[in-house]
């Protein structure tokens, strides 16, 4: 299993982590299985939103002993109320089942205190009003009851106002290249409706959804991704909107490859599910590339824009090229390059600098990136 940094919390996650969504209902021993099995390939990031009781005391008992091997997101305003879910921003209610996570759990401290499922304007000014739950997450962190603040969403104009306004630390946002060809006021049932991939104009990535991405890398505001796969529907020629099945290989791929990507959490309910998923990490390259199936689909036209497949590779100057173009696309994408990019694009072993034109990049580019033209274009922005 490799490991990501956790954006500006400096925890480490593996790149693979576990949704634990489809835990709830399953007995304690099937429980116990998927978190041995987890644990024992490597993954350390849990989500676990569900305000199930009984879902929250298995994962507890399963981990006792373990706790300190994983991060876990544990949601706030997630609530159990007349024997079924409800979200809530009643702050009373919110602590109250917060709470009751970290006794069913038994821990007295969560890694990442996710505000839950921020997905409309209306809903964003009243979670990051004053006395708001951010206030909330905001005491809870100063208390050491969390160590990182986060919220979930499915709208990336909401993430992208909560992550301006500089507080949160992780973003666990719905990421796949079918959702990223839709418009940004796609409402979140609509993306379950095959109809909204049969919409005129839809080409490649919706620059809503980019400029998110760009915008988390540039406030070191890491991404844990949910629905990597489109609830399944990526893995099925029939149900995918590109008329073609992508492997769960691809799609995790596809996913780490975003800017600010940290780790995609697959939900399992067996351990030969986390075991597949998990097996991301010993597949080749070729076997992880998306770029041949999007490049030659025509919804997902990415003509001369840089996807940091890699695909371009090997340079003979050893070049990574991707970083190079990514790095190059957050300074042309902010007013001023910011200090971070400047110091990652530094930190590469090779630079702009170092590329002799030969064109083999360009000649292996399945979207047409002018890789050479660019390279000039981050010299001079880098300055070498």
């Known amino acids: 299993m490799n ?4 954006g500006r919390t400096g925890m480490q996650a593996s790149e693979v982590g576990l949704g634990c969504e489809h835990l709830q209902g399953l007995p304690y021993s099937q429980v116990k299985e998927v ?9 350390n990031i849990f989500d676990v939103f569900m305000s199930e009781p009984q879902v929250r005391l298995n994962l507890g008992r399963a981990l006792k002993g373990r706790r300190e091997q994983v991060l876990i997101q544990g949601h706030i305003g997630a609530a159990w109320i007349n024997g079924q879910y409800e979200r809530t921003r009643d702050l009373a209610l919110c602590e109250r089942f917060f709470f009751d996570l970290l006794e069913r759990l038994g821990t007295d401290y969560i890694d990442i205190g996710m505000l839950h499922f921020v997905d409309t304007a209306e809903d964003f000014e009243r979670v990051f009003a004053p006395g708001g739950l951010m206030d909330y997450a905001q005491q809870l962190k100063a208390k050491g009851v969390i160590r990182a603040i986060g919220m979930s969403s499915h709208d990336p104009q909401s993430a ?32 379950f409706v095959p109809a909204s991939y049969q919409k005129e104009g839809l080409c ?3 620059p809503v959804r980019e400029e998110l991405y760009r915008t988390c890398e540039r406030h070191g505001t ?10 399944g529907s990526l893995l099925s020629a029939e149900m995918s909107p590109f008329g073609v099945a992508l492997t769960p290989a691809q799609c995790i791929h596809y996913a780490l490859t975003r800017p600010a990507v940290c ?14 998923s998990a097996a991301y990490e010993t597949a080749g390259e070729r076997e992880r590339d998306y770029s ?3 490049s030659s689909t025509p919804k997902y036209s990415m003509k001369g824009r840089c996807m940091y497949c890699n695909h371009c590779l090997p340079c003979p100057s050893h070049i990574d090229i991707a970083q190079v173009q990514k790095f190059l696309d957050l300074a042309q994408s902010a007013k001023e390059v910011p200090d971070t990019v400047r110091a990652h694009y530094g930190a590469l072993e090779r630079h702009a600098q170092d590329c002799i034109a030969c064109g083999s990049c360009e000649g292996n580019c399945p979207f047409s990136v002018p890789v050479i033209e660019r390279m000039e274009q981050a010299k001079e922005i880098f300055g070498f």
Do not use: H
Request: aromatic residues 6%.
């Open 263 to 276: 780790s995609v959490l697959a939900g399992a309910k067996t351990a030969q599910e986390v075991k597949s």
């Open 292 to 294: 041949l199936i999007l």
């Open 3 to 6: 490991y990501r940094t956790l």
């Open 222 to 231: 890491a991404i844990t991704v949910m629905k990597g796969m489109a609830a």
């Open 35 to 43: 978190v041995d099995a987890a644990l024992e390939c490597g993954i």
């Open 160 to 191: 992208t106002r909560a992550v301006e306004t500089g507080w949160l630390d992780v973003l666990m946002f719905s990421l796949n290249p079918a959702y990223d060809l839709l418009p940004e006021d796609t409402l979140i049932d609509d993306l």
């Open 204 to 206: 490649g990535i919706n």
